[in-house]
């Protein structure tokens, strides 16, 4: 286990406390007020009438329509709105979140917004507004840490930025995600998964205070997920999902790992070329990821073999090869179950005309340091593989 240091002072609320304790919360920090949201969905629940009727006599101005997989210009108009605020509410999922920390992080910034997402060192410089967020997507873990994806379609870039800080204050209503559909529901669940599995595959040697917490989480997710998107009103199932999806990325399951992630590096160039769902095409991805670090690491099959016995259930004796192919095909069949399309031409990607250049990018962002070392060829084969059914 590597030494590290914690702390996330992000102010949950978990459950039905909107109510009784929006306003008070939100008027601990000032009366201006920018709101942050983005397509129509809140307001077809009712949910943004609701914030606006809790917020009555605050000074309110609103950014509406950001976008999923959130552009720069929706962060550059939520800055010039945001200079005279006092408090950034997001009401939304992690795409409304991630573009309300980057807003009130630039709102007293002099140059471009763009300059602190892709320079971290001058972000963390900056005095960041106070940022409020309702949930209503269980998915990135937005809600309890720093980090945020933004894109620019002008550079076809997509990147992760790091704020001072996370959100103040986080309201998680497993309520307000019954009328997510099935296939928001589907992605969502893969990217809390995905989360997991980035950190779980480490190099770190005994950790097994981490490992174990993502093994107990990829558990509720693939209990769950099935039934959130088979029953959407079970509010047990909305609950597993929006914990497990906090606690994914909250920083705390994967204190003491060293490698940096695969799936997200990759899965981002897809959506900075294609503007693809961020679950799906890790959906993709991941099990082709596994197949390829079992075929070229076999010093991996232990890991994978202990996956799939504490994750999947599945026998512990017998060749550990065999165990770990095993546990990569049973991730396959769930995430196959989970409803979405399992090839890049499914979801509009039909040659592989940008990969080398997707590839060289994501390369470069520290994949010399993953679980399993990955070059630009590495990566392209990788996105190769995903363009036909099957993983063997």
Not at 55 to 83: T, W
Not at 109 to 133: H, I, S
Not at 269 to 280: E, K, M
Not at 350 to 356: Q, Y
Request: aromatic residues 8%; contains cysteine; proline residues 4%.
């Amino acid at each position: 286990m590597k030494d590290f240091t914690y702390a996330n002072p992000t102010d949950i609320r978990f459950g039905d406390y909107i109510d009784s304790q929006l306003a008070d919360t939100v008027a601990r920090f000032g009366q201006k007020v920018l709101l942050v949201y983005g397509g129509h969905s809140i307001k077809k629940t009712g949910l943004y009438q609701r914030v606006i009727d809790l917020l009555k006599g605050f000074d309110i101005v609103e950014l509406p329509g950001v976008e999923p997989n959130p552009k720069i210009d929706s962060v550059r108009a939520g800055v010039k709105l945001a200079q005279d605020r006092d408090v950034v509410l997001a009401v939304g999922g992690g795409s409304v979140i991630d573009a309300a920390k980057v807003i009130a992080t630039a709102a007293h910034y002099d140059g471009d917004a763009w300059d602190l997402v892709v320079d971290r060192e001058l972000a963390q410089q900056q005095t960041m507004l106070p940022l409020v967020d309702i949930v209503t997507l269980a998915a990135t873990g937005s809600e309890m840490n720093v980090n945020a994806v933004i894109s620019d379609p002008s550079r076809n870039a997509k990147v992760g930025a790091r704020c001072p800080s996370g959100p103040a204050v986080s309201f998680l209503d497993p309520r307000l995600t019954i009328t997510v559909p099935a296939s928001q529901t589907a992605a969502g669940s893969m990217d809390i998964f995905s989360h997991l599995c980035e950190q779980y595959f480490d190099r770190s040697d005994s950790n097994d205070v981490s490992k174990g917490m993502i093994e107990g989480l990829m558990q509720a997710v693939t209990r769950w997920a099935p039934v959130a998107i088979n029953k959407p009103d079970s509010l047990d199932a909305r609950a597993n999902l929006m914990w497990a999806a906090t606690n994914a990325c909250s920083g705390l399951v994967g204190a003491g790992t060293e490698s940096r992630w695969s799936c997200h590096a990759m899965e981002h160039q897809l959506s900075a070329f294609y503007d693809v769902t961020h679950g799906v095409g890790l959906g993709i991805l991941t099990p082709r990821w596994m197949q390829y670090v079992l075929d070229h690491d076999e010093s991996s099959a232990k890991l994978f073999a202990r996956f799939g016995h504490r994750v999947w259930d599945l026998p512990v004796l017998g060749n550990v090869h065999n165990r770990a192919q095993e546990a990569i095909d049973a991730t396959w069949s769930w995430i196959f179950g989970l409803g979405f399309g399992m090839t890049l031409p499914e979801i509009g990607i039909e040659d592989d005309k940008h990969f080398a250049e997707m590839a060289k990018t994501a390369a470069a962002g520290g994949l010399d340091h993953a679980y399993l070392p990955l070059d630009a060829q590495a990566v392209e084969d990788i996105y190769r593989a995903s363009m036909t059914p099957g993983i063997h």
